[in-house]
């Protein structure tokens, strides 16, 4: 069982960045990718960046490339987003999530742990 906390989000003008981080629980988190999602109102949850559980492979939407960088510390069971550039159209709820294994994935179902979310509102 995994458990995972999201902090970092909030306000920021359009142009601005904000880095988010989820914290997990467990003693494997090296054995978990990772992912970031996100929801806006209305629409249906989208992948935004994935991380293999070394850390070695990365994956972004074409929506967010070259603005969004994922990372992790496995020292610190912690997944970053670091998210530059920030348009109004990202405004949604940011989610991170795991999925048991250590190959990245960019599909919704693949991710078995999910955290609460945190608010991340762009202003134009």
């Known amino acids: 069982q995994v458990q995972l906390v999201e902090s970092g989000g909030g306000l920021v003008q359009a142009g601005g960045s904000l880095r988010l981080a989820c914290a997990a629980s467990g003693r494997t988190f090296s054995s978990y990718a990772m992912g970031w999602f996100r929801q806006a109102p209305g629409k249906e949850r989208e992948f935004v960046a994935g991380?293999?559980?070394?850390?070695?492979?990365?994956y972004y939407p074409d929506y967010v490339k070259g603005r969004f960088t994922i990372s992790r510390d496995n020292g610190k069971n912690t997944v970053y987003l670091q998210m530059n550039s920030l348009k109004p159209e990202d405004t949604a709820l940011y989610y991170c999530?795991?999925?048991?294994?250590?190959?990245?994935?960019?599909?919704?179902?693949?991710?078995?742990?999910w955290g609460q979310g945190t608010q991340v509102t762009v202003s134009s």
């Open positions: 999530a795991a999925r048991n294994s250590v190959h990245r994935s960019t599909t919704e179902h693949d991710y078995i742990y």
């Open positions: 991380i293999s559980g070394s850390g070695g492979a990365t």
